[in-house]
C-alpha cells in the first residue's frame, strides 16, 4: 500500500477474509466483519482520534502568562469548514479569534482539511486540485515553525528559490536528477497565496500577509535557471495512423472519436451511450461530467459524419451503460489471442477453471491513465515515438483553425475565451505560407 498524501484519511477496506482492517503508519488495526455496525463503530473512534490530534496540534498556542487550567481566549471562533470537520471530533474545543498565535504550519493544517472536503467531484473523489494545495504545503514546510503573520515577501521569495535550485532523485538510475519546471513552480507559489488568502476568510491571519505576497513577481521565461516545461503541441495524423494498428479496436476507435470531436481524453472514456442526442441530423453529445461542471458550464459537442460512424455500434448498449467498456475490450484481445496462438493448449491449461471471483475486478470503463498507457505501450513497443492522448485534442483544435480561423477552433473545443484556444490551436507553417502568398 502506497504513503497516503498529506492531509488525507485512512480509509477501511475489506482483506479477502471478508474482515475490515485500516492500516496507521505500519499498523494494521482489525475492526471486525466488514459492512457490520462494529466496524463502522471502530473505524469512526480510530478517525475521532486523529481528529482529536490534528484539531490539538492545529490550536493556536496559549498567550503567555496564561493559565495552564484557563481556556486562551474567552470565545470560539467563527465556524468554518475547516473547524467543522473537527468539530464533529471534539466538540467544545475553544480557540482564539485572534490570529497572531498561528504558526505556518497550523494554517496548512487547517486548509489542507478544508481542502480534503471542498475539491472533489461528484463521485466523491478527489480531484487534481488538491494535489497543487499539497504541494505547496510541502514547499512551506522549511517555514512551518513561522508565525503565519510573519511570513513575508522576502520568505516567499526564499521559498520560490528553494524550489528552483532543489535535487530530486532521477527517474532511471543512471539519469540526471530532476528539478522543478519554471511553470510548476508559479503554479506552487500561486497556490501558496492562495492559502493565505484563504486563512484571512477563516480570521488565521492578518490581511496584511496576502497582500505582501501579491507584488512578488513570479519566475519568468529566460531571467531563471529553473528548466522550462516542454509545450504541449498537435500529435500529427501520420503518427496517429502508426499507432492505430497496434492498438485493440476499442481504443482505437476511442482515438478517432476524440481526433473526429475534439474531446478530452476523460470525456471520451466516461462516455455514456444516453448523453448523445441523436434526433437531429448531427448529432449532439452533453457530458454530464466535465472539466468546468463546478463552474455550472454546459458542455455540447457536436458528432460529425466520421464520429457517428464509429459511435453508432457502441450506442446499440443501454441509455445509462458506458459507450467503451475496458472488460468488453479485454475479452475480446484475449479472445484474438488465442486465435493467434501456435502451439496447442496442454491438457492442465485446458482443464483449468476460471475463478469465480477474481482479485481484481474488471473496470466498467477506461480511465484516462489506462488509456494513456495503452498507447504508451504500442508506441515503445513498435518503435513509434510516443505521444500523449491530451494531444489529440491539439490536432483537432489546429486543423480547425487551419480550415476556418480561431473562431472554429472555439467553438470546436468549447472554450469561452479565444486566449485559451491559442494555447491549443497552432498556426501551421502550411497556413503561414498560404497566408504569406497570399499577403505578402
Request: with cysteine.
Amino acid at each position: 500500500m502506497g504513503r497516503l498524501p498529506v492531509g488525507a484519511l485512512p480509509r477501511m477496506r475489506r482483506h479477502p477474509s471478508g474482515q475490515a482492517r485500516v492500516r496507521i503508519g505500519r499498523q494494521e488495526h482489525w475492526l471486525g466483519r466488514y459492512g457490520s455496525p462494529e466496524a463502522q463503530r471502530r473505524y469512526d473512534a480510530i478517525i475521532k482520534g486523529i481528529l482529536d490530534q490534528r484539531n490539538a496540534w492545529a490550536a493556536p498556542p496559549a498567550e503567555p502568562g496564561a493559565s495552564e487550567s484557563e481556556p486562551a481566549d474567552a470565545g470560539p471562533m467563527a465556524d468554518t469548514p475547516a473547524q467543522s470537520v473537527a468539530a464533529s471530533a471534539a466538540e467544545g474545543v475553544e480557540a482564539p479569534t485572534e490570529a497572531a498565535g498561528f504558526s505556518v504550519a497550523q494554517v496548512c493544517s487547517r486548509f489542507l482539511l478544508y481542502a480534503d472536503k471542498e475539491y472533489r467531484d461528484a463521485d466523491g473523489k478527489p480531484t487534481s486540485t488538491i494535489g497543487n494545495y499539497r504541494m505547496a504545503v510541502r514547499a512551506v514546510r522549511a517555514y512551518d515553525d513561522v508565525s503565519a503573520n510573519a511570513f513575508n515577501a522576502a520568505l516567499f521569495r526564499d521559498m520560490i528559490q528553494r524550489l528552483v535550485d532543489e535535487r530530486r532523485p532521477p527517474r532511471h538510475e543512471d539519469g540526471p536528477p530532476q528539478r522543478w519546471p519554471r511553470q510548476t513552480i508559479n503554479r506552487i507559489a500561486k497556490s501558496v497565496r492562495f492559502i493565505f488568502r484563504w486563512a484571512v476568510t477563516e480570521e488565521l491571519v492578518s490581511p496584511d500577509v496576502p497582500a505582501k505576497l501579491e507584488p512578488v513577481k513570479l519566475l519568468a521565461r529566460n531571467r531563471t535557471t529553473a528548466p522550462e516545461r516542454k509545450k504541449v503541441r498537435y500529435v500529427p495524423d501520420e503518427q496517429i495512423d502508426r499507432t492505430l494498428p497496434h492498438l485493440p479496436k476499442m481504443i482505437a476507435d476511442m482515438i478517432l472519436v476524440q481526433r473526429y470531436t475534439g474531446c478530452r481524453p476523460g470525456e471520451v472514456c466516461a462516455m455514456i451511450c444516453g448523453e448523445v442526442d441523436r434526433s437531429g441530423e448531427t448529432w449532439v453529445w452533453r457530458p454530464d461530467r466535465h472539466k468546468n461542471g463546478w463552474r455550472e458550464q454546459e458542455r455540447e459537442i457536436a458528432v460529425g459524419p466520421r464520429a457517428r460512424r464509429i459511435l453508432e455500434p457502441y450506442l446499440q448498449r443501454g441509455e445509462k451503460e458506458y459507450c467503451f467498456i475496458a472488460s468488453e475490450s479485454e475479452a475480446a484481445r484475449n479472445d484474438e489471442r488465442r486465435a493467434e496462438r501456435k502451439s496447442p493448449m496442454t491438457p492442465s491449461q485446458s482443464a483449468r477453471r476460471r475463478r469465480a471471483a477474481a482479485r481484481k475486478r474488471p473496470r466498467t470503463h477506461y480511465n484516462p491513465d489506462a488509456y494513456r498507457r495503452a498507447i504508451a505501450r504500442a508506441c515503445e513497443k513498435h518503435g513509434i515515438p510516443h505521444w500523449y492522448p491530451n494531444r489529440i485534442r491539439h490536432t483537432a483544435a489546429t486543423e480547425a483553425r487551419s480550415k476556418a480561423g480561431i473562431d472554429a477552433a472555439q467553438a470546436r473545443l468549447g472554450h469561452k475565451s479565444a486566449k485559451t484556444t491559442e494555447i491549443y490551436a497552432e498556426l501551421t507553417l502550411e497556413r503561414r505560407v498560404e497566408i504569406a502568398e497570399m499577403c505578402g
